[in-house]
């Protein structure tokens, strides 16, 4: 079965470290990786994919991910957090039999503190 | 210029009530998605559409009917409502039914009592 894991519910980093979201998946071939935000009240935002080529993929807002196939991976980072960042990720994959779907992860807090 | 839009924004009503949630998008999309976001934050995929013609339907009550009159348009419309249908209720879009990339409505609140 398809899955994907975001292990952590929240993840705090001071404004200015480095930040990692995490996300692993299971799916049958080649995946399509997919990072959303959602901030307070809104709708979910792409962030970036993962379809193909370099394993190290940018994004928005100075994002960037990346597609490790040995741990089944898609770490989503950022150099240098800024408050502004504070908000809920998504991981979401698509598997060549998914039916088109994305399976989404269960959501992963972040909170940049000043 | 909103790209997908979706009224109304919060919607508060009581038990057994019939009520619709409009959906609209104006990117020339072909495929249109409803998604619940339950108290949790999870988000799960409800109906899918490409083209005016349903693609995904989950498990979902038969209470809830997806109505797409045209390729820009996917209404939500819930029967007999209950307590836990109450969410956050998303529309999204993408361009073509393989396509990666989704775009999402601001969503809308339900709020059952």
């Known amino acids: 079965a398809q899955s994907v894991a975001q292990p952590e519910d929240q993840v705090n980093v001071a404004e200015g470290n480095p930040l990692t979201v995490k996300c692993t998946y299971s799916?049958?071939?080649?995946?399509?990786l997919f990072w959303y935000v959602q901030y307070p009240n809104r709708g979910l935002q792409f962030l970036l994919k993962?379809?193909?080529?370099d394993n190290l993929v940018k994004g928005s807002y100075g994002f960037e991910a990346e597609f490790n196939k040995s741990q089944t991976s898609f770490h989503l980072k950022k150099p240098s957090a800024l408050v502004s960042d504070s908000a809920l990720y998504f991981c979401?994959?698509?598997?060549?039999?998914?039916?088109?779907?994305?399976?989404w992860g269960a959501g992963t807090k972040l909170i940049i503190k000043p | 210029d909103t790209a997908v839009s979706q009224t109304p924004k919060y919607l508060v009503t009581q038990m057994g009530n019939d009520k619709s949630i409009k959906c609209e998008q104006n990117?020339?999309?072909?495929?249109m998605y409803w998604y619940k976001q339950d108290s949790k934050k999870f988000l799960k995929i409800m109906f899918s559409?490409?083209?005016?013609?349903?693609?995904i339907n989950e498990t979902v009550p038969n209470r809830f009917s997806p109505k797409s009159p045209d390729k820009a348009h996917l209404n939500l419309h819930i029967n007999s409502l209950e307590l836990g249908d109450s969410a956050v209720y998303f529309c999204?879009?993408?361009?073509?039914?393989?396509?990666?990339?989704?775009?999402f409505g601001p969503g809308t609140r339900l709020t059952v009592l």
């Open positions: 999204a879009s993408s361009p073509r039914v393989a396509s990666d990339t989704q775009y």
């Open positions: 990117l020339g999309h072909d495929t």
């Open positions: 559409y490409n083209n005016k013609e349903l693609i």
């Open positions: 799916v049958s071939g080649n995946p399509y």
């Open positions: 993962y379809i193909t080529g």
């Open positions: 979401a994959v698509r598997g060549v039999d998914s039916n088109y779907q994305l399976i």
